[in-house]
């Protein structure tokens, strides 16, 4: 059964920059798109960015396209998002997924496979 495990949020001020990990155990993610997805208070979870199995491919959303960078050590099972420039608007808790897509768009939260490992909160604030 696969296992994700979410590190790296943190409280930043705005401007600042995150790196957040994302390591998996239980099952080898090399056969697998990754995703990351965000929920803010009060608001639905979305989906952020994800890269494809090799590593080659990578999806963003709008909201943090040329801000967010995905990707990932499939030697360390483990997939990465730094975040640089972050605004108060990202502040959510963040969450990995294997997606059983090919990551061909923006991740959708119905296009998970498994669960979401427990989420990193990360709080933009001065």
């Known amino acids: 059964q696969l296992q994700l495990v979410e590190s790296g949020g943190d409280l930043v001020q705005p401007g600042g920059s995150l790196r957040l990990s994302c390591e998996a155990s239980g099952l080898t993610t090399d056969y697998y798109a990754m995703g990351w997805f965000r929920q803010a208070p009060g608001k639905e979870r979305e989906g952020v960015s994800c890269i494809d199995r090799s590593g080659g491919r990578t999806k963003y959303a709008d909201s943090v396209k040329g801000r967010f960078a995905i990707s990932r050590d499939n030697a360390r099972s483990t997939v990465y998002l730094q975040m640089s420039s972050l605004k108060p608007e990202d502040t959510a808790v963040y969450y990995c997924?294997?997606?059983?897509?090919?990551?061909?768009?923006?991740?959708?939260?119905?296009?998970?496979?498994?669960?979401y490992g427990q989420g990193t909160q990360v709080t933009v604030s001065s």
């Open positions: 997924a294997a997606l059983f897509t090919v990551c061909s768009a923006v991740p959708n939260p119905t296009d998970i496979f498994g669960s």
